[in-house]
Antibody, heavy 123, light 111 residues
Framework: QVQLVESGGGVVQPGRSLRLSCAAS????????MHWVRQAPGKGLEWMAV????????QYADSVTGRCTISRDNSKNTLHLEMNSLRADDTGVYYC????????????????WGQGTLVTVSS | QSALTQPASVSGSPGEAITISCTGT?????????VSWYQHHPGKAPKLMIY???LRPSGVSNRFSGSKSGNTASLNISGLQPEDESDYYC???????????FGTGTKVTVL
């Protein structure tokens, strides 16, 4: 079955950088687009970024453009999110999710999600 | 990019039907048939419940249905059950800045 496992969260000081990873299994990773979504404490879901199945195209939310980089390693079935200049309001649970990609066309429907990894930005 | 607008909470008794609204603009909900709904139990992975406005993924109960009129999409849950108590989020493709936006979220309580 589809499994997505995030890692890399923890406590990080403001202004520092962090790299999150998402290990995928149970499906042909390079056939699917992948997304990152986060949820701040007590807040709703916030879409952050998407990467196409071949890594050739990426899109970002306005709120993180310039501070985040999404990437993937299809040889290792792994998705990454690098975040720079972290702020207190970046605190939250970060989820990776699979796109309901059909024949290489992304739908922006997130049909499988990981359990999330908690990032706390604090001095 | 503003989130789509949902009521903060909706409640109903077991067996009843409830509807959750999701209001956007012509740049997102109103302009495209790319609306989806997610169920999110706190501490767990969110689950896709509806896509393409009204389609259900395999395994999702037919008690869940979706529709859209103008700039407002709706999720209807019929025959409300205790396990339906959760947070629900709509989402839509958008042509204004951020390409994918979630709603503000609705907490459903089963009385």
């Amino acid at each position: 079955q589809v499994q997505l496992v995030e890692s890399g969260g923890g406590v990080v000081q403001p202004g520092r950088s962090l790299r999150l990873s998402c290990a995928a299994s149970g499906f042909t990773f390079n056939n699917y687009g992948m997304h990152w979504v986060r949820q701040a404490p007590g807040k709703g879901l916030e879409w952050m970024a998407v990467i196409w199945n071949d890594g050739g195209k990426k899109q970002y939310a306005d709120s993180v453009t310039g501070r985040c980089t999404i990437s993937r390693d299809n040889s290792k079935n792994t998705l990454h999110l690098e975040m720079n200049s972290l702020r207190a309001d970046d605190t939250g649970v970060y989820y990776c999710a699979r796109d309901l990609t059909v024949s290489g066309v992304l739908t922006f429907y997130l049909d499988s999600w990981g359990q999330g990894t908690l990032v706390t930005v604090s001095s | 990019q503003s989130a789509l607008t949902q009521p903060a909470s909706v409640s109903g008794s077991p067996g009843e039907a409830i509807t959750i609204s999701c209001t956007g603009t012509t740049s997102d909900v109103g302009g495209y048939a790319y609306v989806s709904w997610y169920q999110h139990h706190p501490g767990k992975a969110p689950k896709l419940m509806i896509y393409d406005v009204s389609l259900r993924p395999s395994g999702v109960s037919n008690r869940f249905s979706g529709s859209k009129s103008g700039n407002t999409a709706s999720l209807n849950i019929s025959g409300l059950q205790p396990e339906d108590e959760s947070d629900y989020y709509c989402a839509s493709y958008s042509t204004r800045g951020t390409p994918y936006v979630f709603g503000t979220g609705t907490k459903v309580t089963v009385l």
